[in-house]
């Protein structure tokens, strides 16, 4: 092993680089799969097995026989103000591509346990963000993947891929939400490494995120309380360019949910089918679960977000918002080929 100075979007820092690898243009690393370093136990987060995740196991097929390469994106040393319990922060890695390119798998490295979650994006054009800056803006337009506790590695199935590199460059910007009730001094270097090959697959893919968060209100002592976020068959009818064939989702609350579930009610008045369970939902247990071969979502159909909360031995109702002690109803759905014409649905 050897270390590797780069001086990277105005912070300096060392990036440990196997034997071989080199460095791909301003700020990511790259190397084929099987060159990857493994943790031994160094405490970047990884569970013992190698793989930098904390979950115990993969979703999706993988295909180890393809040719893919890997971006290492991780969070440069940094430490959130101890005096904040919830602290939202960004960052952006930009690496030159000569050609478009299929992102094609994800594998989680959390190096710190208060990390609450992730959001991932793909921007059009480079950026710059100071993790210092608190970055409360909305995610969700142009997110390529998401990680909370549980979290697997992510494998997009063979005839889909998430196109990058349009304009000669992608740029991976990734929003940490940080859990610190009990105001402790931490160190995030963390990330994630993005698997991507230069053979393009037959469709493009992309994640759609539906549910609701301002609209939430969970009352006092409540123990089964159910919001439900409605997607308008008005508004798939406008946004579906036709079929979607749904990979995967991945259902999403904070500490109060109790049981999460999607559901799709067909425009034909045909009987209504589950896109993804939570039954119970734990939130140390997320992750993306492959839909149901055959999952398809069509023009006009209302997709809809069911979340029950028990807020019991609460005197205190719970709104939805940002922070842990708030509360959120999504579902994110993987899903291909790719809509221009919306990135969410829902009071996000």
């Not at 370093?37 to 995740?53: C, V």
């Not at 979950?55 to 893919?68: A, H, K, N, V």
Request: hydrophobic share 35%; charged share 20%; net charge negative.
């Amino acid at each position: 092993m050897h270390g590797r100075i780069i001086s990277f979007e105005n912070w300096i820092f060392a990036l440990v680089l196997p034997l071989g690898m080199a460095a791909c243009g301003p700020g990511g690393g790259f190397t084929s799969v099987g060159d990857t370093e493994t943790d031994g136990g160094d405490g970047d987060g990884d569970t013992g097995d190698g793989d930098g995740d904390t979950g115990d196991g993969d979703t999706g097929d993988g295909d180890p026989g393809e040719d893919l390469q890997r971006w290492e994106i991780r969070m440069p040393d940094f430490s959130p103000p101890a005096i904040f319990p919830t602290y939202y922060s960004c960052y952006a890695q930009t690496i030159e591509v000569p050609a478009d390119v299929h992102i094609v798998g994800f594998e989680p490295k959390i190096s710190d346990p208060h990390v609450h979650h992730i959001v991932a994006q793909m921007l059009d054009t480079p950026t710059v963000d100071n993790p210092i800056d608190p970055c409360l803006e909305e995610p969700w337009d142009d997110m390529i993947w998401g990680w909370a506790p549980g979290g697997e590695n992510l494998y997009l199935p063979p005839e889909a891929g998430i196109r990058a590199g349009v304009n000669g460059t992608v740029t991976v910007r990734f929003q940490v939400h940080y859990d610190n009730p009990l105001n402790q001094s931490f160190t995030d270097s963390g990330g994630f490494d993005v698997l991507f090959t230069d053979q393009l697959r037959p469709n493009d893919a992309a994640i759609a995120t539906f549910g609701d968060i301002g609209p939430i209100f969970i009352p006092a002592n409540d123990p089964a309380h159910e919001h439900v976020a409605s997607c308008p068959s008005s508004f798939t009818s406008s946004n579906f360019p036709g079929p979607l064939n749904v990979v995967a989702t991945w259902l999403h609350a904070h500490d109060i949910g109790s049981v999460l579930w999607g559901e799709v009610v067909p425009q034909g008045g045909g009987p209504a089918f589950e896109l993804g369970r939570e039954d119970p939902y734990v939130f140390d247990n997320q992750t993306f679960t492959l839909a149901p071969e055959g999952t398809v979502l069509m023009p006009g159909d209302e997709v809809r977000t069911h979340c029950v909360y028990d807020n019991s031995g609460n005197n205190n109702p719970v709104h939805g918002g940002p922070e842990t002690k708030d509360e959120m109803c999504i579902n994110f759905v993987l899903y291909y080929p790719k809509s221009s014409q919306f990135n969410e649905c829902g009071s996000l």
